[in-house]
Nanobody, 118 residues
Framework: QVQLVESGGGLVQPGGSLRLSCAAS???????????MAWYRQAPGKQRELVAS???????DYSDSVKGRFTISRNNAQKTVFLQMNSLQPGDTAVYFC?????????WGQGTQVTVSS
């Protein structure tokens, strides 16, 4: 089994920054570098949406709503993926989920709350 544990969420004022981390363990540990890792978010009353993804060669992709503000990165040695979030806006408020995907394998973390409010 794959375990993903997110951390780094919290309350931040508009314009502020947060850095989310997702640590992987379990059966993914020896093959982490082969996984596509992604961050999703889900705001109250809305569907879960893809925020950013990073494939094994570290090519990253972003949703239009966060492009230029968020940066996804990965450290294969630490089995960790990060999401640096800058210039946060109230519309970024959501639970942020880490996802690991490889072929038919698809795993999720429990989520971390990000609240942007003054």
């Amino acid at each position: 089994q794959v375990q993903l544990v997110e951390s780094g969420g919290g309350l931040v004022q508009p314009g502020g920054s947060l850095r989310l981390s997702c640590a992987a363990s379990g059966s993914i540990f020896s093959t982490f570098r082969a996984y596509t890792m992604a961050w999703y978010r889900q705001a109250p009353g809305k569907q879960r949406e893809l925020v950013a993804s990073i494939v094994p060669d570290s090519t990253a992709d972003y949703s239009d709503s966060v492009k230029g503000r968020f940066t996804i990165s990965r450290n294969n040695a630490q089995k960790t993926v990060f999401l640096q979030m800058n210039s946060l806006q109230p519309g970024d408020t959501a639970v942020y989920f880490c996802n690991a995907q490889r072929g038919s394998r698809d795993s999720w973390g429990q989520g971390t709350q990000v609240t942007v409010s003054s």
